[in-house]
């Protein structure tokens, strides 16, 4: 079966503008969850969205949101962008069981550029 | 909240050699899983192990192994006989919640 797909894979911005970024998960599964990672901060948990309802949120300003569609995929909105939201973004895609979940399945994640 | 730490940025290991990469963590959760991820220069996140702590037997995947420690919340990874192909971010996680990641380098 497909695995995550994140779209797009690559993304230049200029500051102050805004970017929206998408991620479908494996069929089947409920839970979609968005990472930041940064060469010095690692990986970063953003948010989960679990049956359209945000379920876990980190610890991010309020310029980062996200939703989840009824069909399970996601979208990540950043606004006002700032030079250091330059990140790869991964989204990983779970059955949604919480912490009995056996594997999360990650996208190959989309580099955003804020220049 | 589920927390994961990793304590070592960095590690390095000599070709066939071992190495141990550690990790803690914290949950309120009663049963649970533990996995080690690995990303190489690709991005692409791959599931190395994991471990239901709700299970006493260490989970063993060929050259990889884990310690796992319940009581202490601490979850090592074990790398035997090293391989070049083994350099990558390793990242702990409980859950959704993941560790900073470990970047391993293996030397010829």
């Known amino acids: 079966k497909a695995g995550v797909t994140q779209t797009p894979r690559y993304l230049i911005k200029t500051r102050g503008q805004q970017v929206t970024l998408s991620c479908s998960p494996i069929?089947?599964?409920?839970?979609v969850s968005w990472y930041q990672q940064t060469p010095g901060q690692g990986l970063q948990f953003l948010f989960e969205?679990?049956?359209?309802?945000?379920?876990n949120k980190g610890n991010f300003p309020g310029r980062f949101s996200g939703r989840q569609f009824s069909n399970s995929r996601s979208e990540m909105n950043v606004s006002t962008l700032e030079l250091g939201d330059s990140a790869l973004y991964l989204c990983?895609?779970?059955?949604?069981?919480?912490?009995?979940?056996?594997?999360?399945?990650f996208g190959q994640g989309t580099r955003l550029t804020v220049v | 909240a589920q927390t994961v730490t990793q304590s070592q940025p960095e590690m390095s290991v000599q070709e066939a050699e071992t190495v141990t990469l550690s990790c803690t963590y914290d949950?309120?959760?009663?049963?649970?899983?533990l996995f080690w991820y690995k990303q190489p220069p690709s991005r692409q996140m791959i599931l190395v192990i994991r471990?239901?702590?709700?299970?006493?037997q260490n989970a063993t995947e060929n050259r990889f192994s884990v310690n796992f420690q319940k009581a202490a919340k601490s979850f090592s990874l074990k790398i035997s006989d090293s391989q070049l192909g083994d350099a990558a971010m390793y990242f702990c996680?409980?859950?959704?919640?993941f560790g900073a990641g470990t970047r391993l380098t293996v030397k010829p």
């Open positions: 990983a895609s779970s059955l949604g069981t919480g912490a009995m979940d056996t594997e999360a399945f």
């Open positions: 069929s089947g599964h409920r839970s």
């Open positions: 969205y679990f049956s359209e309802t945000q379920r």
């Open positions: 949950t309120s959760e009663s049963d649970y899983y």
């Open positions: 471990q239901e702590a709700y299970k006493q």
């Open positions: 996680a409980s859950g959704m919640r």
